[in-house]
């Protein structure tokens, strides 16, 4: 992998792995920006959401990205890109979709009218705790701010976010495809996510009702310290081995889940039997909260932070140096102040932004 500078910081020239961030709108370039396959990585996010009902936000997304609007139950519906793909708006409500999909597929009857009117009651009452979800196709890395038009037509037709209510612990969570899927990419990543992990809930500024909940708890201690002894020649099984035994869950900050079913599904399925987790060729960075009803808030604020870890897995001599001061630290019985090498990861973050 190309990367920054091995000196121990940034390189001289921040701009040959990053685009210019001259705006905080502005979204950063991975320092790897291709694939195996010589194309450009592509990213997927997924927004949640109050205030809209389901048919209104689909109308306002589909204005917005000059796509189509296709019904499908009272639960969810698609709008169709001709180039990207489909943006699916859903109920973030299993039951609600559920039943939603079982009563399209019966056969219209004397009670139909009653029943798709208890059904869009259940959808109605659970919009004022449950969230809508947009959740994006995949977009080349280097084509993200195409996706500003999107939060911006939500924002204005009313959607509300994280900071809205006490009670929305709403999230964005970003997929980002992988460069490989060997175990020299894979490492470098796990280790810089774990010695950024509690940097990144600060950085990011995460609700505290979302920290409170399961959905994003931390890696065990037990899983980081396994992470820590990895090389580049840990074999990829011995990490999905590893990561199933003690994160058989999709609620982490960084769930591993659907990439390891993308590369092994009987491998992930024989762990973890849960309907809800996709095989996808992404990490599924689910730390950040969602704060659409912010004027001044955008996808590239949370996508700018995770590319610090883009950063560090791309930089072996600051990741070894920061796995060096992790596992200092660790040895402490009593830990009272920041981990130390937090400073250089806003320092690092900062001047990214600066450029």
Request: charged share 25%; glycine share 4%.
């Amino acid at each position: 992998m190309i990367g920054p500078s091995e000196s121990g910081g940034l390189p001289g020239k921040p701009a040959a792995f990053f685009l210019e961030l001259m705006m905080h709108n502005k979204y950063a370039k991975p320092a790897c920006l291709k694939n195996a396959k010589g194309q450009v990585r592509r990213v997927g996010f997924e927004l949640e959401f109050a205030g809209l009902d389901l048919k209104t936000a689909a109308t306002v997304l589909a204005q917005a990205v000059r796509g189509s609007v296709e019904e499908d139950t009272q639960a969810e519906c698609k709008v169709k890109h001709p180039d990207w793909g489909d943006f699916k708006i859903e109920l973030d409500w299993q039951f609600a979709k559920t039943l939603a999909r079982r009563r399209l597929e019966e056969e219209h009857g004397a009670e139909s009218a009653t029943e798709d009117a208890i059904i869009g009651l259940l959808t109605d009452v659970a919009r004022q705790i449950v969230p809508l979800e947009v959740v994006c196709p995949p977009v080349p890395a280097n084509q993200l701010a195409t996706l500003d038009p999107m939060v911006n037509a939500l924002r204005d037709a009313g959607a509300l976010g994280t900071s809205d209510s006490l009670i929305y612990a709403f999230g964005l969570h970003i997929n980002t495809e992988l460069p490989d899927f060997d175990s020299k990419t894979l490492v470098p990543y796990l280790k810089a996510y774990c010695v950024a992990q509690n940097w990144l809930v600060k950085a990011h500024r995460v609700d505290t009702l979302r920290r409170l909940t399961p959905y994003i708890d931390p890696y065990p201690k037990r899983y980081m310290h396994t992470v820590m002894g990895y090389t580049p020649d840990t074999p990829v099984q011995q990490i999905m081995d590893d990561y199933l035994a003690h994160n058989p869950t999709r609620n982490r900050g960084l769930d591993l889940l659907p990439l390891f079913k993308h590369m092994d599904p009987e491998r992930v399925l024989a762990a973890v039997r849960d309907e809800r987790v996709n095989a996808r060729p992404t990490f599924h960075y689910r730390l950040p909260n969602c704060e659409i009803e912010q004027p001044d808030w955008g996808l590239a604020e949370s996508w700018n932070i995770w590319c610090v870890v883009e950063y560090l897995a791309a930089a072996p001599a600051v990741l070894e140096s920061m796995c060096a001061q992790w596992a200092s630290y660790e040895q402490n019985l009593i830990n009272l102040q920041e981990e130390p090498w937090h400073t250089e990861l806003a320092q690092i973050h900062a001047e990214l932004l600066s450029v």
